[in-house]
């Protein structure tokens, strides 16, 4: 009899453990990010409509930087807003960007960018006991998963969410489209503005990020010409001179060096880029 109610209580107490995942739809170590989640309290509204303690959560961490203090843990905002051309996309407290991951996973949640592509791309985190305040995003819809680092990452549709190194003030979007990969989120976790970018005008590309780009200073892939390959951000050596350009796959153009100013997301081959306003225009490139 002992033995049978041992049994039961054991039973139960794994039901009621996958029962907490589940209902939250957290991933990765579920075990942890379950019961931390559940730790979690949400707040409905803003940090400034709750009464946040100034210099805390959102409003802690600088633009461009890791969440690095335990104050910048604390709580952080998830609110539906507008920012750049991107409607609805998912802003912090701070009226920054959320991206998402193509290379992630949703389910189970995972986050694949650690180390440098941390750097670059800071995830959202917030610490055990901490707050996540709701503006506009179902609580369904908002989950953590247990990062390798130890730390804890917010999800929203399952998808582990970043800010950008190189979005600098509240409403930049310059992380859109970065790679092919990289894309804001909505409030429902899908990819805020994805139909548009995968409409830009191209031939002869697929959906993967481009490795490599031949851009031409004449239209239609005429001489002079120039190759650039890698991954990352890569300064054109003629500044302001491509006409045309070549590439397996999807990257994404500047109008300044160091992959700022204007951009568009492309995908394979222009052979005038006059048709999506960037003739004489390229000054960097994003790829990989």
């Given amino acids: 009899m002992i033995r049978n109610r041992i049994a039961a209580f054991a039973a139960a107490a794994a039901a009621a453990s996958l029962l907490l995942t589940a209902c939250n739809g957290t991933g990765g170590d579920?075990?942890?990010?379950?019961?931390?989640?559940?730790?979690?309290?949400?707040?409905?509204?803003?940090?400034?409509?709750?009464?946040?303690?100034?210099?805390?959560?959102?409003?802690?961490?600088r633009p461009g930087k890791p969440a690095s203090e335990p104050v910048a843990k604390k709580w952080v905002q998830l609110s539906a807003s507008r920012a750049g051309d991107l409607?609805?996309?998912?802003?912090?407290?701070?009226?920054?960007?959320l991206y998402r991951f193509d290379k992630d996973t949703a389910d189970p949640s995972k986050s694949n960018c650690a180390g440098e592509c941390a750097t670059t791309w800071p995830p959202v985190l917030v610490a055990p006991g901490g707050k996540i305040f709701i503006d506009g995003v179902n609580k369904s819809d908002v989950g953590v998963v247990k990062r390798d680092d130890g730390n804890l990452q917010v999800t929203i549709g399952g998808w582990p969410v970043y800010r950008f190194s190189k979005d600098l003030e509240p409403g930049d979007t310059n992380g859109q489209g970065v790679g092919g990969t990289w894309f804001g989120?909505?409030?429902?976790?899908?990819?805020?503005?994805?139909?548009?970018?995968?409409?830009?005008?191209?031939?002869?590309?697929?959906?993967?990020p481009a490795t490599s780009v031949t851009l031409s200073d004449e239209t239609d892939f005429g001489d002079p010409s120039e190759g650039l390959a890698g991954s990352g951000c890569q300064n054109v050596g003629r500044d302001d001179s491509a006409s045309s350009l070549q590439a397996s796959g999807t990257l994404k153009i500047w109008s300044e060096k160091d992959c700022e100013g204007e951009?568009?997301?492309?995908?394979?081959?222009?052979?005038?880029?006059?048709?999506?306003?960037?003739?004489?225009?390229?000054?960097?490139v994003f790829l990989g």
């Fill in 87 to 97: 409607n609805p996309v998912v802003v912090n407290g701070a009226g920054f960007t």
């Fill in 185 to 208: 989120v909505t409030p429902d976790g899908q990819k805020a503005g994805a139909a548009d970018d995968e409409q830009e005008q191209g031939e002869g590309g697929s959906g993967s």
């Fill in 30 to 61: 579920t075990s942890a990010a379950g019961s931390v989640l559940a730790n979690l309290s949400f707040g409905s509204g803003t940090a400034e409509k709750n009464d946040a303690a100034p210099g805390t959560g959102d409003w802690a961490t």
């Fill in 263 to 284: 951009s568009k997301v492309v995908q394979g081959n222009i052979a005038d880029l006059s048709t999506i306003g960037f003739d004489d225009t390229i000054s960097s």
